[in-house]
Nanobody, 124 residues
Framework: QVQLVESGGGLVQAGGSLRLSCAASGRSFSSYKMGWFRQAPGKERELVAA????????FYVDSVKGRFTISRDNAKNTVALEMNSLKAEDTAVYYC?????????????????WGQGIQVTVSS
């Protein structure tokens, strides 16, 4: 498995921007698809964005399309989530996750390595 550590969360006003980063260590980073999940209070965890092993294919949930951008740097073992035009409904704990390279990036069920989570709060 791979170890994941998120950074970059915090408090921002609606309409603002934040950049989340996730640093990976352990086995070869390019062996994994990567994703960002979020969980708001009282709601189920949802896959927000995902990227394949090379960075050539991405997925976004409809609610963040056009506002969020996922990217990865395999040389630095990092994945990032650039979040723009933030809304109050984006408030959640965000998790970085890794899953097997061979699987569909938009399938949330087989992400098996997780970061500890980081809080993002958007004030309206």
């Amino acid at each position: 498995q791979v170890q994941l550590v998120e950074s970059g969360g915090g408090l921002v006003q609606a309409g603002g921007s934040l950049r989340l980063s996730c640093a990976a260590s352990g086995r070869s980073f390019s062996s994994y698809k990567m994703g960002w999940f979020r969980q708001a209070p009282g709601k189920e965890r949802e896959l927000v964005a995902a990227i394949n092993w090379s960075g050539g294919s991405t997925f976004y949930v409809d609610s963040v399309k056009g506002r969020f951008t996922i990217s990865r740097d395999n040389a630095k073992n990092t994945v990032a989530l650039e979040m723009n035009s933030l809304k109050a409904e984006d408030t959640a704990v965000y998790y970085c996750a890794a899953g097997p390279r061979w699987s569909s990036i938009n399938y949330p069920g087989n992400f098996d390595s997780w970061g500890q989570g980081i809080q993002v709060t958007v004030s309206s």
